[in-house]
């Protein structure tokens, strides 16, 4: 049982705008994917920490049994902080120093590399340490090149057709490759081609005799508006659990399944809700300018995704079309055309689908402050984030003295 948060009372309190996270969606869509695995017996989901990266947020998920993903040695620090032991954070990055991968490694966490040259560095210095491979099976996940990254143009790991020089390294250096990693985009549409990738990343995975788990990614597509398609995650779990649970009888070996939900696991759980505070009648259109704008909220502009927009202050309210935009000195628009209940100035509007890739990507660009976040848990309303201040544009910036008698200090 759970009720819709207090979205008014939130900006009320806290200021609008402001983020809010129901932590009863978080938890559901963790059930619904966990639920959809249980005939694995060895299932491990690591939250992508990047799509939201609130301490709070961490050790919701934390709570809930998940580990975590992470793509940087911040995010590392950000899990152990939430109190997420090193064993069950997979540490991810691309493009990397080695210097940072050995802080990882002293942290202890697990290291997926996706490169062979690093591969190889790696396992000449720490033959001990195992490590995942992330590898690139060059399927097309998706119509996005943005959000896909499995195709044959892409950064990210390393070919299915280098397995060979993998295994010399592996041979070479008495390394242990205790897992295969794949991560093909972000937009699963087909299951069946995702299990076309899993097939070959099963038929990699038998040439690592120290294989303990096999790490699915992730790229589960969520609902944006009513009526629009998502992963079919139970139809997913199902076919794939079945395949896995046949593949490790086969090599009669226990792995562990693991995938790493960012999207799925908070991106509905989550609204933007900002104030209008224009609302301008030009010759061609209605726009409703809210106290925000691409510093806040950046998808809509990066990527063109959808957040469908609602007004929360007259839900009752005639529908007629605006064009609902930022106050940044850019073209910052949020969506063109939208039906939406009759606004006016001071309304609140509410940005569904705000969980995932939003609070993470905001920036202070035109030094604007970034918004508050609220936990909505358990029915009670929890700051996760205060909103910053002027003091926080100000930090670390060294304000030197120009001026001709300064004295000039030398490098
Ligand atoms: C971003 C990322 C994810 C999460 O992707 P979603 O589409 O948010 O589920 C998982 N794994 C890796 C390696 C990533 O970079």
Redesign the pocket.
Known sequence: MSSQPPFEAIARKHGAPVYVYDAHVISAQYNRLKNAFRKVEHLKLHY?V??NSNLSVLRLMHQLGAGL?T?SIEEVRLGLRAGVAPENIIY?P?GVSIEELEEARSLGVQI?IDNLSVLELFGQRYPETPVCV?INPHVMAGGNAN?S?GHIDSK?GISIHQVPHILRIVELTKMRINGV?M?TG??ILDIDVFLHASEILFEAATHFKDLEFIDF????KVPYKKDDIETPIEELGEKLSERFNAFCEKIGKPLTLSF??????V?QAGTFVAKVNVVKQTTSTVFAGVDSGFNHLMRPMLYGSYHHIENISNPKGKPRFYSVVGYICETDTFGSNRQIAEITEGDLLAFHNAG??CFSMSSNYNSRLRPAEVLWYNGEVHLIRSRETFEDLLKGQVEVDLTAEAKVETV
Do not use: M
């Open positions: 992508a990047k799509a993903d793509v991810t691309n997926n992330r959000i990254v990210f990693h991560h972000s937009d990614g992730s790229g589960f790493e939900p960012g999207k799925f696991l991106s995932a890739y």
